[in-house]
């Protein structure tokens, strides 16, 4: 079904096409090459905006021109040796749209969990939490996966299902208004509504799209162009990402060791390997990181220690400065935020990538709605949906990550002796525990179809 955005054909340059022009109407190649009026350009070709490329095809076909426009679509992830846990609710949208087929024999289950909380140097780590089982049966609360083979797999599907991808950045963008006139973002003179957005491509390509998504990360220069502000935190802390292979198989258990730095967590890999997330103050991370192998050796078994025989670090070790930030408003004029554009967390609970999914299966939802009763998907109404939808529950997790960071990463003996009166209170209430991880799996509130496993 073409949308508002097709009726209102006008090229950059001026060149005005016929009202039926679009894509799908016979304008254009609708399979590779939407021509330059789009329904959607996608900008960032990360978790976020794949995934949400792939849905909008597969659920509005080919009459529904969608972009996406990256510079890293043009190489290789294989250098990404990170891996993301991807809790239940995300998997089932992964598996909906036919991806998570393409990585399941690649991806770990976990099947549980432990939390201990200790000193550095203590010779004993007693458990204080302990997660095991599935969330239905069958369903592993979550899985283990590279991100390079996930990302490899959404580009595969998105090509496959026609979604056109444009090795270019997103430099600028202008809203064009009627009678040719047009306008910048941000500019708060009255003005009348936009009908689309027209984009420029850092390879000098123009094109008009009648929404904008900002798939393009923390440092989203979308947001920023669009005027919107963050509130949020720098930690002192950083992450360093590694793997690790060992001796032992991990059956499958994740690991989650607080320590005063920071969490220290062992999440299980395919085969005996496990990646590690390792929480540090930032100058002693960037120091750890640049330590000569042997030690750095020994600085990993301090706080891994041996219950899985040898260890050996494998490949690059990478330094993540951790912080945490929501962007103020999830949209603006015919733009809308997914993603790390729209908030950063920190990695305690795994949770980020996860919270992006979320963002683009209820913003998938607000579109394909939208454009199935016949209504312009940019409109201010329907991105609001999609802003009330999301921003609490961002906030919400947002806020829980930080204090489970703060209550945790500290070396008060008095709040280390609440906190594990806490868990060991959650421990023995397994209705508690049971929603604990029904939340953390995403399964919890007003959940978008795709995350709920059914189909747009
Ligand atoms: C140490 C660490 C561990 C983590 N572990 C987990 C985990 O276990 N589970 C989890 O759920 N999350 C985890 N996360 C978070 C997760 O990695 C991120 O939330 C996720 O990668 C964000 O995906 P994204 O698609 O929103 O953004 P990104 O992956 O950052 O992708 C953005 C894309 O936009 C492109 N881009 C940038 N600017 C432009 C532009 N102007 N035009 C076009 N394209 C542009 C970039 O090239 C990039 O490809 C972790 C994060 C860290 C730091």
């Given at each position: 079904?073409?949308t508002?955005?097709?009726k209102?054909a006008?090229l950059?340059g001026?060149?005005?096409?016929?009202a039926?022009?679009?894509?799908?109407t016979g304008?254009?190649?609708?399979m590779?090459?939407?021509?330059?009026n789009?329904?959607?350009?996608?900008?960032g070709?990360g978790?976020a905006?794949l995934?949400?490329?792939?849905?909008l095809?597969?659920?509005?076909?080919?009459?529904?021109?969608?972009?996406?426009?990256?510079?890293?679509?043009?190489?290789?992830h294989?250098?990404?040796e990170?891996a993301?846990?991807?809790?239940?609710?995300?998997?089932?949208?992964l598996?909906?749209?036919g991806?998570?087929?393409?990585v399941a024999?690649?991806?770990?289950?976990?099947?549980?969990?432990?939390?201990?909380?200790?000193?550095?140097?203590?010779?004993?780590?007693?458990?204080?939490l302990t997660f095991?089982?599935?969330?239905?049966?069958g369903e592993?609360?979550?899985h283990?996966?590279?991100?390079r083979?996930?990302?490899?797999?959404?580009?595969s599907?998105?090509?496959?299902?026609?979604?056109?991808?444009?090795?270019?950045?997103?430099?600028?963008?202008?809203?064009?208004?009627?009678?040719?006139?047009?306008r910048q973002?941000?500019?708060?003179?009255?003005?009348?509504?936009?009908?689309?957005?027209?984009?420029a491509?850092?390879?000098g390509?123009?094109?008009?799209a009648?929404?904008?998504?900002?798939?393009?990360?923390?440092?989203?220069?979308?947001r920023e162009?669009a005027g919107i502000?963050t509130?949020?935190?720098?930690?002192?802390?950083?992450?360093?990402v590694?793997?690790?292979?060992?001796?032992?198989?991990?059956?499958?258990?994740?690991?989650?060791?607080?320590?005063?730095?920071?969490?220290?967590?062992?999440?299980?890999?395919?085969?005996?390997?496990?990646?590690?997330?390792w929480?540090?103050e930032?100058?002693?991370?960037?120091?750890?990181?640049?330590?000569?192998?042997?030690?750095?050796?020994?600085e990993l078994?301090?706080?891994f220690?041996?219950?899985l025989?040898?260890?050996?670090?494998?490949?690059?070790?990478?330094?993540?400065p951790?912080?945490?930030?929501?962007?103020?408003?999830?949209?603006?004029?015919?733009?809308?935020?997914?993603?790390d554009?729209?908030h950063?967390i920190h990695?305690?609970a795994g949770q980020?990538l996860?919270?992006?999914l979320k963002d683009?299966a209820?913003?998938?939802e607000?579109?394909?709605d939208?454009?199935?009763?016949g209504?312009d998907?940019?409109a201010?109404?329907?991105?609001?949906?999609?802003q009330?939808?999301r921003?609490?529950?961002?906030?919400?997790?947002g806020?829980?990550t930080d204090?489970l960071?703060?209550?945790f990463?500290?070396?008060?003996?008095?709040?280390r002796a609440?906190?594990d009166?806490?868990?060991?209170?959650v421990?023995r209430l397994?209705?508690?525990?049971?929603?604990?991880?029904?939340e953390?799996?995403g399964?919890v509130?007003?959940v978008?179809?795709?995350l709920?496993?059914?189909?747009?």
């Open positions: 079904m073409p508002m955005t097709t209102f006008r950059p001026d060149a005005m096409l016929p039926d022009y679009g894509p799908g304008g254009a190649d609708t590779t090459d939407p021509g330059d789009v329904d959607v350009l996608i900008a070709g978790f905006g995934t949400l490329a792939i849905a095809r597969q659920a509005l076909g080919p009459s529904f021109s969608v972009v996406v426009a990256d510079p890293m679509l043009a190489g290789s294989t250098d990404d990170r993301s846990a991807i809790v239940a609710a995300a998997r089932r949208l598996e909906t749209i991806v998570w087929q393409a024999g690649e991806a770990q289950p976990i099947l549980d969990m432990v939390v201990t909380d200790s000193r550095l140097d203590d010779a004993m780590r007693p458990i204080f095991t089982g599935d969330i239905e049966p592993p609360f979550a283990m996966i590279e991100n083979l996930l990302i490899d797999a959404l580009g599907k998105a090509r496959e299902v026609g979604v056109a991808l444009r090795t270019a950045a997103v430099a600028a963008f202008t809203y064009a208004l009627p009678e040719g006139q047009s973002p941000g500019d708060r003179r009255e003005a009348p509504p936009a009908h689309h957005v027209e984009i491509l850092a390879d390509a123009k094109l008009s009648g929404l904008l998504v900002a798939a393009d990360g923390a440092r989203s220069s979308i162009r502000a509130h949020g935190w720098n930690y002192a802390q950083s992450a360093i590694t793997n690790v292979g060992h001796e032992r198989d991990h059956h499958g258990r994740a690991e989650e060791h607080f320590l005063p730095a920071g969490p220290f967590a062992i999440l299980p890999l395919k085969g005996r390997r496990s990646s590690i997330v929480t540090e930032t100058h002693e991370a960037q120091r750890i990181a640049a330590l000569p192998d042997e030690s750095f050796h020994a078994e301090r706080r220690k041996l219950h025989g040898e260890i050996k670090a494998e490949g690059a070790r990478r330094v993540h951790l912080g945490f930030f929501v962007a103020r408003a999830f949209i603006a004029e015919r733009v809308a935020l997914v993603g554009a729209a950063v990695p305690i980020g996860n919270m992006g683009v209820a913003l998938a607000v579109v394909v939208a454009v199935r009763l209504l998907p940019g201010a109404d329907v991105l609001e949906r999609y009330r939808w921003r609490f529950d961002t906030m919400s997790m806020f829980a204090s960071n703060r209550l990463s500290n070396r008060s003996a008095m709040l609440v906190r009166i806490g868990l060991g209170i421990e397994p209705q508690l525990k049971s929603l604990f991880i029904r953390a799996a399964l509130g007003e978008p179809k795709l709920r496993g059914k189909a747009l």
